[in-house]
């Protein structure tokens, strides 16, 4: 770790050139180099060798500042949202702007607050006058259909800063400058395929060891109480997309803050005029980013980046998969994913209770555990009506109707980012079916459009399952190869294709999938066996009629889209839209 101090500003001495306390529109600031005083230093820590968010003043920076005034309490209602005077540094001074009409400096002094913002004019975010005092300053990032995504640079202030007003001339020490942007990523377009503009870019970050992301900054907002004019940071969108911020060495990510000890951290950039999701992954990374003094950052290479493996449900959407099928745990009221791909839990299901204390992934459709109207929407659910489990008490409803929280992927799931409402959702019918047997998929062996295989996995005990290939899936080294004749088959058997543990781990690194067997649930009964084979069956967030819904079914000669009642405890694998 390194330590840089950056002299960024000493005194601000600010001189009027008219000899009118009234006259303030001219003001020229004294060259900061010559300044003796050395009052505000930035301790900028970062890890490596990585830059520092910011070392000096550069020509073109402005500071925005608000002045408190001796105000009484019905004047200290005025709105203080545009700022009341700007600076800006021309590379060698300070030069003022207009002073806003009616602010007034007193010579017996009084308090300020400054804002330095990464776009340098605060003036072209979008403001929103929430109430009186109150003003939300939102720049949004270009990310197409989705405004909720905001692009911010660096971000720091001071508030409550003493100044003195004296033979019209402004003097200011500023010491303590605060941080709401504690966190920076800066990609660097290494390779020069960075193509896009910024603002076609966003970047998500999460502590993959302890769920926690790099939370994301949203608006500036200027408040005033009482006398005194406050600086605050919003909030953002609830996935932690942070908007792209163009910078002379790349594209950079600002974030109100972020922690990782010795942690494993992902980062995943999507580029959305291309609908490209690009992730990089780092072991045993510290970084400390939720200090209110300084901004740690890290840099990272373009070519660093993997396309992330992903599956066409539609002619325009593209899904990622769950790492494992969903189970609950009763007695916690805990969702996860399963650990290993080809688990499933099978006749341990039949314990299914409201206090029971294993793990369990046969669930009845819609059974999420929010309740939308439905007489069963509990996971432990166990009637064999299956009107009881319509979603919002409606025979025509699907899982996303209404709220939406009939779907599992509602839920806060521990292992697959720990929060409610966080993208993972189930599939529809007609998106398995695109997904099987229409798609443009990868090429293997000569064969094109490869989009699954049944297959066996080799481990203490077989799994039976289906391995579905990503539609940039490349067949990895080191792997046998695959039984050409039985791919893209609804009609082979669930072992024609076989492969090892070390096999199949190269497989799911490269992306490929694997839907284990399930058997399913009816009661408190689970069926393990049908003439002496297994099968799989995975629910589909859409409603058939009043007693039934889609599900996806496989088994010896048979893979398809069918119909089932909706009381039957069925696997649930969760997707991701890119």
């Not at 603002?199 to 006398?227: D, F, R």
Request: aromatic residues 14%.
């Amino acid at each position: 770790m390194k330590k840089i101090f950056a002299i960024l500003m000493a005194v601000i001495a600010i001189t009027v050139v008219s000899c009118s306390q009234e006259d303030l529109n001219n003001l020229v600031t004294v060259d900061p180099e010559e300044n003796d005083s050395e009052t505000i230093k930035i301790n900028i820590t970062f890890p490596g060798d990585t830059k520092a968010a910011k070392t000096a003043w550069v020509a073109g920076d402005k500071l925005n500042i608000w002045f408190h005034e001796k105000k009484d309490f019905v004047k200290a209602s005025v709105n203080h949202d545009c700022p009341d005077l700007v600076i800006t540094y021309d590379g060698t001074k300070w030069t003022a702007g207009a002073l806003r009409e009616g602010v007034t400096l007193y010579d017996t002094g009084d308090n300020m607050t400054l804002l330095y913002e990464g776009h340098n004019d605060l003036s072209a975010r979008t403001l929103y006058q929430w109430y009186s005092n109150l003003a939300w300053f939102r720049y949004h990032s270009n990310i197409i259909n989705d405004n909720s995504v905001y692009c911010n640079g660096l971000t720091f202030y001071a508030r409550c800063v003493n100044y003195e007003f004296s033979s019209n001339t402004l003097t200011a020490t500023v010491s303590n400058w605060i941080y709401d942007t504690r966190f920076k990523v800066l990609i660097k377009n290494d390779n020069g395929e960075m193509t896009y503009a910024a603002n076609n870019y966003y970047l998500q970050v999460q502590n993959t060891t302890t769920n926690e992301p790099a939370y994301a900054k949203g608006g500036i907002v200027v408040g005033h109480n009482g006398q005194f004019v406050t600086i605050e940071c919003g909030s953002a969108n609830s996935d932690q997309k942070s908007g792209g911020f163009q910078e002379a060495d790349g594209i950079a990510f600002y974030y109100m803050g972020f922690v990782a000890d010795d942690a494993d951290v992902t980062f995943t950039l999507k580029d959305v005029t291309g609908n490209v999701v690009k992730t990089y992954s780092v072991k045993g990374k510290t970084i400390i980013g939720n200090q209110d003094d300084r901004c740690v950052g890290v840099a990272l290479k373009y070519s660093s980046f993997k396309e992330v493996p992903y599956f066409s449900v539609s002619a325009t959407k593209k899904v990622v998969f769950s790492p494992g099928n969903l189970q609950y745990q009763a007695s916690t009221n805990t969702w996860r994913f399963a650990e290993h791909q080809y688990d499933y839990i099978g006749a341990d299901n039949s314990n299914i209770a409201s206090d029971y204390t294993g793990w369990i992934d046969l669930f009845g459709w819609g059974t999420s555990g929010y309740n939308d109207g439905k007489n069963c929407y509990q996971p432990w659910s166990t009637s064999t009506t299956p009107s009881d489990y319509n979603a919002l008490n409606d025979g025509g409803a699907d899982l996303y109707s209404g709220n939406g929280r009939a779907n599992w992927g509602y839920n806060k799931i521990s292992n697959g980012g720990n929060k409610e409402n966080s993208g993972w959702r189930t599939l529809t019918d007609a998106e398995w079916n695109y997904l099987l047997f229409t798609r443009a998929a990868a090429t293997i062996g000569g064969v094109e459009n490869v989009r699954f295989a049944k297959s066996r996995l080799h481990y203490e005990n077989a799994r039976r399952g289906v391995i579905l290939f990503p539609d940039n899936f490349v067949y990895p080294e080191g792997v046998k190869e695959l039984d050409i004749a039985y791919v893209n088959s609804p009609s082979c058997g669930l072992h024609k294709n076989n492969y090892s543990y070390e096999e199949w781990a190269k497989m799911e690194a490269a992306g490929a999938i694997f839907l284990p067997i399930t058997m399913d649930r009816n009661n408190t009964t689970v069926s393990t066996s049908y003439d002496g084979d297994t099968w799989g069956s995975y629910w589909t967030s859409k409603n058939y009629n009043a007693t039934n819904a889609f599900y996806l079914y496989f088994i010896n000669g048979s893979l398809e889209v069918r119909t089932a009642q909706k009381h039957k405890g069925f696997a649930v694998r969760l997707v991701r839209d890119l």
